[in-house]
């Protein structure tokens, strides 16, 4: 590897000396190609994973602490890249680079759609760096497209091809308010008929995998007609150079019959060996050790310019190798051009150097199979382990394709009852999931009805496209990638099957699921609880299905704890009650509009019964339905729920009439008699709620038992303190009962107090004492090496802090030196309850502010002899924060 002394000193800009006999010029590298390019390409993807019934993601156990993968990977990856770290040798924050300004990447549109709902600020952040990068690159953004839910291109038919291709394009275009000059294909995997959907649509680019590649050869020249084919189908292209795919070339009796207007697309193949190390070695863990490995690559053939690329999955930094943020931001902004090098993607290398070679490709390839793609359709060996077969794989894809063109039939023969040209309404449906407001659908159906459509038809229109996406989002690569089908992954793509085939029923009728079922029978999987794919459906398929009636039961039975302050009535059996009517009001449960039409709700000692009109909407499909409801709670985890489809006022009258009569015996099993003869056998718990809010019922109900509990650990703490501070005295262990309530004792004691410094944060007295107060935990729980699990506290904490800083620097002139003396304090207490505050977001408001405000002010202080007194304690804080401040510090002395 290059040592440090020898690397060429950083030129800024990294303008190069050229030299014309004795005339000397400065040649831009981002205006002209010259000398060496670096890119760097980080696909940043994860599978769809919301419930297709709810639009929503689940709990996902695996991935706790957090609710769900893309929240836990989101918190490792997807945010430190939009605020990557550069620190100095005391891990002090030197620069916040948005690590997107530098990479190029793509992330998926379902992806992005995530990060738009649960993150605006680093969505905005993604956006923001390519079009930094734009401006940097001469208009040539870093983002490139991705086909739309990450299909294997080369297994789909032909309309799926344009319709993944269409949809990627559309999402693109209107998060980043460009058209994409390159698209991300799945895996890498192509075919030539790939690359002439690719061409159509205006796609310029594509990367692909050095092994993808067959032979290649200088294009043809008025001197060089018929320049030599050089096989390179071992990986053993140039990969510094892009190439020039001719579609041609997949007709081997035309390939030299070639025009102007032959078509063609340009591709870029990334260097496989340190590609492959990024992803399975520890060369991005140290900047100057990666900076290196590019540097091997470099051709020392005296070309006027090269192109250094590699490409792996954007998880890399961050998620499977924590902290590499920092090296890839350090990297990208500092490493590099101290070695002479321009760090560029692969638009703005093209625009500089168009292709002088042209390359075929193998028929069709992948970057993570040996085998054409068989790793989505056969029993290939790749992804399996552990022993497991991959048999099911060829079975699971035959079934799909089938209900495809099923599908297909049904939304060909109803789909031309609605849509002018059926097809394109479906490639056009991408604008309406981008967004479902009426006021956007209404626009879409009217642009493509044949007539104008009643309500009935409008639904049955949408569910026709829903279907559709569905029937595409069944197709995602993941469902195939690893060693078994009952995975999560696979799971999911059978339940898109699921609700294509329930909407498909819908509009025309037909019942595909049991000939589709008998299919998945022939997909045997290896574990022995489920057999094949036909028994995966019904235990993890059709169990999740949901319908109207239980998005009504999660509805009614969460609807008394909505209304649970309203409700502090005394529980005394005497038979006093209370009641509550509510006015008709709307309320969102998930993807459905909940229109409450009428609701009352009677209190009669321990029992309490809700009776209710209730409308639903879905969002989705327009589909609606009208369900009255009737729920008694007897107390505790017992609850009893009826649902029935509402019948008219008059019936709906009559019902509620005779459920509250049967109240008034102040007997439940009278009661539940009432409920079944008026709702039927079928009833419903707080077992069938949504896992969600389940929980949270549970935690809520669990609160009473929680609050005797913490009683008594907190009696048996005061009770055996000295005890337990003797045993840590003379460094014995502790005996477990005792720690355990020295634990939760000192963890309650420290929520209680965070609760209420929240609530008089604004106050100095107040906030001072529980200041005092939470010192004192602290160091109590530090004797007796008790561990605080407060998560919540935790987060209080942060919030706190967080808020104090920006009122301290959105309001220079309010601020006094007991003001910051106080967040340092806060800031110390923070980790002298050893909680594992983060300080991250702190630091970067507090970096933000640095270079806007705080150094223009210190510098307007010094310049003008006023007293620095407060720029001194402002910058100190920054220290506190560690944020680099001492260059100022010291002038300050």
Avoid at 406 to 424: A, K, N
Wanted: negative net charge.
């Amino acid at each position: 590897m290059t040592s440090a002394a020898e690397r060429p000193a950083s030129t800024g800009t990294n303008f190069v000396l050229q030299q014309n006999n004795s005339n000397t010029k400065m040649t831009d590298p981002l205006r002209t190609a010259t000398g060496v390019y670096v890119t760097v390409h980080g696909h940043f993807y994860q599978p769809p994973r919301e419930n297709p019934y709810l639009d929503a993601i689940e709990r996902q156990s695996g991935a706790a602490p957090f609710h769900d993968w893309n929240e836990r990977i989101h918190s490792e990856c997807y945010r430190p890249n939009a605020f990557a770290r550069v620190l100095n040798d005391r891990d002090e924050v030197v620069e916040i680079v948005n690590n997107y300004e530098y990479l190029s990447f793509n992330i998926g549109p379902t992806l992005m759609s995530w990060l738009e709902r649960h993150d605006m600020e680093v969505y905005q952040r993604i956006l923001e760096g390519d079009r930094n990068s734009c401006d940097r690159l001469n208009g040539h953004g870093n983002a490139i497209a991705q086909v739309y839910n990450h299909i294997i291109m080369p297994l789909a038919n032909e309309r799926d091809k344009y319709t993944q291709i269409r949809w990627g394009k559309e999402d693109f275009r209107s998060r980043f308010g460009r058209d994409p000059e390159g698209m991300w294909l799945a895996e890498t995997a192509v075919d030539y008929a790939t690359l002439e959907a690719l061409v159509k649509e205006g796609i310029r680019f594509i990367i692909l995998a050095p092994s993808q590649a067959q032979r290649c050869r200088p294009l043809p020249t008025q001197d060089d007609p018929k320049p030599e084919w050089h096989e390179v189908g071992g990986n053993q292209i140039d990969p510094t150079r892009p190439y020039r795919c001719y579609l041609q070339n997949s007709h081997s009796s035309h390939k030299e019959q070639r025009t102007k207007n032959t078509p063609y697309i340009d591709i870029f193949f990334y260097d496989g060996p340190i590609s492959r190390d990024m992803g399975y070695s520890d060369v991005v863990y140290s900047s100057n050790h990666f900076a290196g490995r590019i540097g091997s690559a470099v051709r020392g053939d005296h070309r006027p310019a090269q192109l250094i690329s590699v490409a792996t999955d954007g998880e890399t930094f961050g998620h499977h190798k924590r902290g590499t943020e920092k090296t890839i931001a350090y990297a990208l902004t500092q490493e590099f051009p101290s070695w002479g090098w321009t760090v560029t993607n692969f638009a703005h290398y093209l625009s500089l150097n168009s292709p002088t070679w042209e390359v075929e490709l193998k028929p069709v390839t992948a970057w993570s199979c040996a085998h054409g793609v068989d790793r989505w359709q056969d029993d290939c060996g790749c992804g399996g382990g552990g022993g497991w077969h991959q048999q099911w794989r060829r079975p699971l894809r035959d079934a799909l394709n089938w209900l495809r063109d099923r599908l297909i039939e049904v939304y060909e023969e109803h789909g031309t009852q609605f849509f002018l040209d059926p097809w394109q309404a479906r490639d056009e449906y991408v604008k309406v999931i981008r967004d479902r407001s009426p006021d956007n659908v209404s626009r879409f159906l009217n642009r493509h009805q044949t007539h104008e459509l009643t309500d009935s038809e409008q639904v049955d229109a949408l569910r026709l496209l829903e279907m559709q996406r569905q029937a595409l989002l069944m197709f995602t690569s993941c469902g195939w990638f690893f060693e078994e089908i009952s995975r999560p992954e696979g799971t999911q793509i059978l339940r898109y099957a699921a609700r294509a085939l329930e909407l498909a029923g819908d509009v025309a009728g037909v019942q595909l699921e049991h000939s589709f079922i008998e299919r998945l029978t022939y997909a045997p999987s290896n574990v022995d609880s489920f057999k094949h794919g036909g028994e995966i459906y019904r235990q993890l398929v059709l169990t999740a299905q949901v319908s109207f009636k239980q998005v009504a039961v999660h509805y009614a039975i969460t609807s008394l704890f909505a209304n649970y302050k309203s409700l502090e009535t005394s529980h005394s059996t005497s038979l006093q009650s209370c009641s509550l009517n509510h006015h008709p009001y709307q309320k969102r449960v998930y993807c459905y509009t909940a229109d409450e039409l009428d609701y009352q709700l009677q209190r009669l000692g321990s029992l309490t019964l809700v009776v209710g009109h209730l409308k639903l909407v879905s969002e989705i499909t327009r589909e609606s339905e009208n369900l009255m409801f009737a729920v008694l709670h007897l107390g505790g985890w017992d609850f009893h729920c009826g649902i029935q489809p509402f019948e008219g006022r008059r019936n709906y009258t009559e019902l509620k009439e005779k459920l509250f009569a049967s109240l008034q015996q102040a007997s439940a099993a009278h009661t539940i008699i009432v409920m079944t003869q008026l709702f039927g056998e079928e009833s419903y718990s707080w077992q069938n709620l949504f896992a969600e809010e389940r929980h949270q019922l549970m935690a809520l109900l669990t609160q009473e038992t929680l609050a005797r509990l913490d009683q008594l650990y907190t009696q048996t703490y005061r009770d055996n303190y000295g005890v337990l501070m003797a045993f840590h005295r003379d460094e014995l262990a502790a005996p477990q009962e005792l720690q355990v309530a020295a634990d939760i004792a000192l963890g309650l004691r420290g929520m209680t107090t965070l609760r209420l410094l929240e609530q008089d944060i604004s106050d100095p007295l107040l906030s001072g004492n529980h200041m005092v107060e939470l010192e004192a935990i602290a160091t109590e729980a530090n004797h007796l090496r008790c561990r605080l699990n407060i998560p919540a506290g935790k987060k209080i904490l942060e919030q706190l802090i967080l808020r104090s800083l920006w009122q301290l620097l959105h309001d220079p002139n309010g601020t006094t030196e007991a003001d910051i003396q106080r967040l340092e304090r806060l800031i110390d207490v923070g980790y002298q309850l050893n909680l594992g505050i983060s300080l991250e977001r702190s630091q970067e408001l507090y970096f933000s502010c640095l270079h806007t405000q705080l150094i223009p002010q210190y510098v307007g202080t010094l310049a003008n002899n006023q007293d620095t007194t407060q720029c001194h304690q402002l910058l100190k804080l920054g220290q506190k924060l560690k944020v680099e401040v001492n260059p100022w510090l010291s002038q300050l002395v």
